[in-house]
């Protein structure tokens, strides 16, 4: 994580609890205003975690961005002044734009906590730029093959390679059990 500059010095990061669904224009409307309201040396970064999910209907694979904390927005800010009194204005622009609900924490925000701080960034830092399935699967587990050559067969998952999205599946091909790489949209439960 970079260190503070001098301007974000005393800066903290808090949670912000919006409606569903707005968590994105929240942050837009925080990017955009916070110049005009001359708030730059109060709101400094403003964090909407996010992960790309994949997922098959119908035999046609795609792909969605799911927020890791659906509900919220994290702030970095300076919201106490060095007597530890709330500093109003930051504070009021931020609890009033619309699609807030408020601070983590009600009229006295709670700071997050560096260890809080640390786990959304290794979280994003996780999701970036990979492809997470929508269902996890698990060794052992029985699925049916939906695309490609073996597609209608049913195997056993004998390896899962979350990093390259693929599963070793056994299928049985005139009574021997052949192993056979597939991607995660590839197969389905059984019970789907």
Excluded at 48 to 59: D, F, N
Excluded at 89 to 114: H, M, N, S
Aim: proline residues 5%; aromatic residues 10%.
């Amino acid at each position: 994580m970079p260190a503070p500059t001098t301007a974000s010095a005393g800066a903290q990061w808090f949670a912000l609890h919006t409606l569903s669904g707005q968590e994105s224009k929240v942050k837009l409307y925080i990017e955009k205003f916070k110049k005009a309201e001359e708030l730059d040396d109060f709101i400094f970064e403003i964090l909407l975690p996010t992960e790309v999910v994949s997922e098959v209907k119908g035999g046609k694979k795609s792909t969605k961005v799911r927020k890791l904390y659906p509900g919220y927005v994290f702030i970095q800010a300076k919201l106490y002044g060095e007597d530890g009194k709330l500093i109003n204005k930051p504070w009021y622009f931020v609890k009033e734009t619309t699609g807030v609900i408020g601070f983590v924490g009600g009229d006295r925000p709670a700071a997050l906590r560096q260890a809080e701080v640390d786990e959304i960034y290794a979280r994003i830092e996780a999701a970036s730029g990979k492809e997470v399935p929508k269902v996890q699967y698990a060794v052992g587990e029985e699925v049916k093959i939906t695309d490609g050559a073996f597609a209608s067969l049913t195997g056993r998952i004998d390896e899962i390679d979350p990093e390259r999205g693929k599963l070793k599946v056994s299928v049985s091909i005139f009574g021997r059990f052949t192993p056979v790489e597939l991607e995660y949209w590839q197969v389905q439960r059984l019970t789907e």
